[in-house]
Every structure is written in structure tokens, then in C-alpha cells.
């Protein structure tokens, strides 16, 4: 599927690329500040380390495929 | 898959019309007004997916004689022919479908070959006419970039924009920068709640 020519083939060559580069990593990261630098939720949370932001993106890819391919037979 | 030759057998003004060795990339068709630009297009929108089941007679009849109908002949990705012909009759006209092997097929044999390919994605990706080509300039970038994609996607059911607006909702879901009622807001209520009763 990573490989194909279509649109989901195109969603997980993109995140692949995320993950690959430092400065998608870093741009990420700064996607986040909504919640880890929010002036009340940032008082208790740790801002994700390097592995964690994998994991989340391994969660993002995972809903953007289920959610492509809902309804394929 | 692409349409490597055609004839059409009679198709309103079009009548005993073929090409052969379709050139692979961009063809353009060129002609006057009322040459049969459209109708052209119209004939390969019907030999491939079908004449309209009610008032077939008066659809594209053969003004300039010939059967109403005629053949395409595609080349899949390995470069094998395959040979689509219809004709007026029941229902949506009779298809009869001569793959690479020499074996032959009707409707079944041919959506098989299609996959998720409908007539109505045929109609507004691969064959629209000016006048909806006019009425696509009306739908704002949302709706083109949706209606693109979609068409690339090939697998599901769901558009785009359907993807996107059910990952905003989970995201709503989770937190809300000044929400009270997302779980992540929720907590941070109670943990506030905690703090103060502690202190």
C-alpha cells in the first residue's frame, strides 16, 4: 500500500517523510503547543520525548489508513 | 487502462466513425460546433457504462443510419487488448467484453475490470462536458481538491473532506483549548478541582 499510486499510497509516503526528517519532527512538535504549552493543561503535562512523538504519529497513520480504507470491500 | 481505438457503428450524427492507435497521453479532439465533439464523448461514456435504461431510442439516435452502438478497445497496464462492444437493446444495451485471453464477458467481466470505477465518477473526472466544467468553477477549493482526490483514492467509500472532518472530530473530542466538555478538558477540571482542595 506505501508504495501505490493513489491518494493513500500518497498519505503514508508523507508520513514516512515525517518521520524521517527532523525538521517535519520539529514542526510536529510545534502542532502540539496548543495543549503542551496551554497556560493550564502545560502545568501538568511533559512535553513528548522523540520515541512518544513516533508512537503518535504510528497512532495518526494507523486512523488515517482504518479511515480511507472504512467501507472497502 | 486506455482507450487505444473506437468505432462507432451510429451515434447520433456519428455514423461508421473509427479511429485506430490512439496516441498514449493527451488526445485532443478538435471541431466545430455541432462537429460531435460531445457526442463522442457521450458514446464512450455509453458503450462503457451503458445507454440509459428509459427513453433509449431517444437518446444519441442514429441520425446518419448504422446501429446504435459500436466498440472500444482498451489497452490495460500490460499492454493487452481488451474489446467492449455495445449496441442498443434491453435494458441498458447488451455488452459484450473480449478479454486479452479471447474469452468473453458481459457487465460482470467488465466492472470486474473497472474495479471501483463508476459512471459517475467517469462523468465528472474523465468526461465532463463545458457546461460542468462552468459549474466546477463554482464550487469552492475544498470541494475541487475533494473531488480530485477522491477520484485517486481507488479503495473506500469515504471523500476527503469526510477523512478529515472525522479526525477533527476526534481530535474536538480529546481537547479544546477553552473547552469544558472534551475528556482532556474534563480532567483538567477535576485536577484542578484536586489542587484547590488540597491546598
Known amino acids: 500500500m506505501r508504495g501505490a499510486a493513489d491518494f493513500l499510497g500518497d498519505v503514508l509516503a508523507l508520513i514516512d517523510g515525517i518521520r524521517q526528517s527532523p525538521e517535519e519532527m520539529a514542526a510536529l512538535r510545534g502542532e502540539l503547543t ?29 486512523r488515517c489508513a482504518d479511515l480511507l480504507l472504512e467501507g472497502d470491500d | 487502462m ?10 447520433g450524427r456519428l455514423a461508421n466513425v473509427s479511429m485506430t492507435d490512439v ?15 460531445t457526442t463522442l464523448l457521450e458514446f464512450f461514456r455509453s458503450i462503457l457504462f451503458g445507454l440509459p435504461a428509459r427513453k433509449q431510442r431517444d437518446f444519441y439516435p442514429p441520425l446518419n443510419g448504422g446501429r446504435k452502438g459500436g466498440r472500444v478497445v482498451l489497452e490495460n497496464e500490460k499492454g493487452e487488448r481488451i474489446i ?35 459512471d459517475e465518477l467517469y462523468g465528472n473526472v474523465f468526461a465532463f462536458r463545458l457546461t460542468e466544467l462552468q459549474s466546477f468553477e463554482s464550487l469552492d477549493t475544498d470541494k475541487v481538491r475533494d473531488a480530485i482526490y477522491s477520484a485517486g483514492i481507488g479503495i473506500g467509500r469515504r471523500t476527503i473532506a469526510q477523512v478529515v472532518q472525522e479526525l477533527a472530530r476526534q481530535r474536538d473530542e480529546l481537547f479544546v483549548p477553552g473547552g469544558s466538555k472534551p475528556a482532556m478538558n474534563q480532567l483538567l477540571n477535576r485536577l484542578e478541582d484536586h489542587g484547590r482542595r488540597w491546598n
Not at chain 2, 486506455?2 to 451515434?11: K, L
Open chain 2, 23 to 37: 496516441p498514449s497521453g493527451l488526445s485532443i479532439v478538435l471541431g466545430e460546433n455541432e462537429a460531435g465533439k
Open chain 1, 34 to 62: 496548543d495543549l503542551f504549552e496551554h497556560a493550564r493543561a502545560g502545568k501538568f503535562l511533559i512535553p513528548p520525548t522523540h520515541d512518544a512523538l513516533r508512537t503518535m504519529i504510528d497512532d495518526a497513520e494507523s
Open chain 2, 84 to 118: 467492449v462492444e455495445r449496441f442498443e437493446g434491453k435494458g441498458t444495451g447488451p455488452l459484450t467484453v473480449t478479454l486479452p485471453d479471447g474469452s468473453q464477458g458481459g457487465e460482470a467481466a467488465f466492472r470486474e475490470l473497472i474495479g471501483s470505477a463508476t
Open chain 2, 2 to 11: 486506455r482507450i487505444e481505438e473506437f468505432h462507432v457503428e451510429g451515434f
